[in-house]
């Protein structure tokens, strides 16, 4: 009886555990909201600037053994600019990879069936874990479902084409999801359904 009781207790405090989580993912999920907006704005006013140097000024940079090498076979300043531009938008398109990542959607990971299995899995992104009850229906950031829909077990049955002949035996393989798992809610919406079935999709 005390083991149950201890049991109970535990589970209780994982509930309290998993409200004080979700409360301060409903604050993250406004302060995102905001740094989206800004970041939104700023990425708007963002230019590339390209600096023009002066002949005098590329002939003191090129040095002068490359100052005697005709114009049409000096590389063209405007491909420096264009380098650095595609810099900023690898560093945008980060950016907004990680912001997606943020976003809060509303799953359940379903209760498992086998012996032993703990009711609370903890999948972990940058060494950061993100507690999940089976069986209830939780606000879960996006980078930690990804993290479950990569997460895959591999099993193997056995199966006997010919009962009369051992050699017959094969063995099948088959790979499913080690959390499997229902998303009810996604603010991305088809966006985040073709994500998902992206990522699902891969081997």
Known sequence: ?????????????????????QAELEEQKAAFADQKKELTA???QLTIKTNKLTEAQRLQKIGATEAHV??????PIGEIGA??????????IQCQAD????DVLEITVQISGNDGDIPVITPSVNAVNQPIIRGVKQPVKRKYVEA??????????QELANSL????LVMRES??????????KDPAGPEGKAWLEGILMQQ
């Open 165 to 168: 002949d051992p050699s017959s």
């Open 70 to 75: 005709s114009h049409t076979s000096t590389t």
């Open 99 to 102: 912001i997606f990542g943020e």
């Open 148 to 157: 479950l829909a990569r997460s895959r077990t591999t099993k193997y049955t």
């Open 1 to 21: 009886m005390s083991e149950k009781l201890t049991a109970e207790e535990e589970l209780r405090q994982m509930k309290d555990a998993f409200d004080e989580q």
């Open 175 to 184: 790979t499913v999801l080690t959390y499997p798992f229902t998303v009810h």
């Open 42 to 44: 700023a990425r708007g």
């Open 83 to 92: 380098a650095g531009g595609v810099i900023e938008r690898v560093s945008e």
